[in-house]
Structure formats: structure tokens, C-alpha cells
């Protein structure tokens, strides 16, 4: 089993920043696939970077040279470093991880951009 918990979420103003969290119950050296998902009210869940151990992360284009995601193994947490925030960030957003072909979500941080 792996526990994912989010933080960092909030309010932000359009423009601005603001950098999340996803602290893990286990070791991160662990894990081969990590990321963060969002969901905007009415939207389906969305891609918003991936991490393969071994690999690059990808992006979606819309954030592509805004978003930032990062692993700090001694503290078993992922980061997800958002700049230029603009109102359509605005969602919750999701920690994943996956361990031995078994999906793990966080129960997500709320950002909201505001115009």
C-alpha cells in the first residue's frame, strides 16, 4: 500500500505561483511511475506531468515551460513547482504513483487562479 498526501494548494492570483506537495508513505526509490493529475469542475481528469524513473517527465502542452515537477528522495516527496498560473489551472490536482502495476492516488489539493 501507498499513502499519498497533497498540500500547497490555494488561492493565487493570475500570474503568480505556487508549489505543491505529494509526500508519500514509502520510499520514493521505490517507485518507477510518478505524477500529477487535475481536474477542473465539469472535466474529465487530466495528465499534467509524468515521471518514469529512468526517464524524462512529460507535460501537457498547456503548462509546458510553466510547470515544474521535481522528487526529493530523502524526504519521499514529489513537487510540482507552477508558475504563470493562469484561471485555467484552476482544478484540484492529483498526486499518482504507480508500484508493481497497482495505482495510488493523493485525495488532491484545491488551486484556484483567480483573474
Do not use: H
Not at 505524477?35 to 524524462?56: C, I, M, N
Amino acid at each position: 500500500q501507498v499513502q499519498l498526501v497533497e498540500s500547497g494548494g490555494g488561492l493565487v492570483q493570475a500570474g503568480g505561483s505556487l508549489r505543491l506537495s505529494c509526500a508519500a508513505s514509502i520510499s520514493i526509490s521505490t517507485i518507477n511511475v510518478m505524477g500529477w493529475y487535475r481536474q477542473a469542475p465539469g472535466k474529465q481528469r487530466e495528465l499534467v506531468a509524468l515521471w518514469t524513473r529512468g526517464g524524462r517527465t512529460i507535460y501537457v502542452d498547456s503548462v509546458k515551460g510553466r510547470f515544474t515537477s521535481s522528487t526529493d528522495s530523502p524526504k519521499d516527496t514529489m513537487y510540482l513547482q507552477m508558475n504563470s498560473l493562469k484561471p485555467e489551472d484552476t482544478a484540484v490536482y492529483y498526486c499518482y504513483a504507480n508500484l508493481l502495476s497497482k495505482d495510488y492516488w493523493g485525495k488532491g489539493t484545491l488551486v484556484t487562479v483567480s483573474s
